[in-house]
């Protein structure tokens, strides 16, 4: 297994984004929650957007993680490697590639509205999928889904039914299926949505 860990544009995570498109989240776990129905990528885009924020992106964001077949680069260069990726998939940090493809595709209507130095952390692993896979699956399947049920309880407390609706749409059937607090939260949530 190779690593290469760096830092990429958001201009460069939206065009690789806008070209390849959610062929690149095949992958990943959890599906695309919205720009507006979860409060973290609320928060992603609006820290793009705040001149004074969005050169501390890198900061702010917990990075993406991407498995791959193979990369290579320069390590001649000085700076700014260009990173040839083949068969990349976005194993962690698909909510916000696709939260910044949704904000940077709104850039016509606020042209100044991203700054130039708003990078995010990128993780490279030159690893086959399915031995990712297979090393931490449990690991990662036990972690997201302590994850949802945090979110889903604190949705609970806050009467907050629209969320964990919104969310268990966009997770697999399974994670929803084999936790049963989940299961109860969710269909309590759509019988009182219905009330």
Known sequence: MRVLVGRVSVQEIHRIFNYHGDKLLERNIRRYLGLHTSRVNTAIHETL??????DKFYFYN?????VCEKFDYNAFQKFDYKVQIKNMQVINGGQTCKTIQKTLNKRSLFPNMIGESAYVMIRIYQIS???AVDKE???????QSEAVR?????????RDYNIIVAVADNIPNN??????????WYDQAVTRMGD
Do not use: R
């Open 49 to 54: 957007c705040d001149p004074q924020k969005s």
């Open 137 to 143: 699956y449990e690991k990662h399947y036990d972690f």
């Open 150 to 158: 945090a979110g889903f309880g604190k949705s609970w407390q806050e």
């Open 129 to 131: 999928y399915e031995e």
């Open 62 to 66: 917990n990075g993406i993680t991407v």
């Open 175 to 184: 994670v929803l299926e084999e936790d049963p607090k989940l299961l109860m």
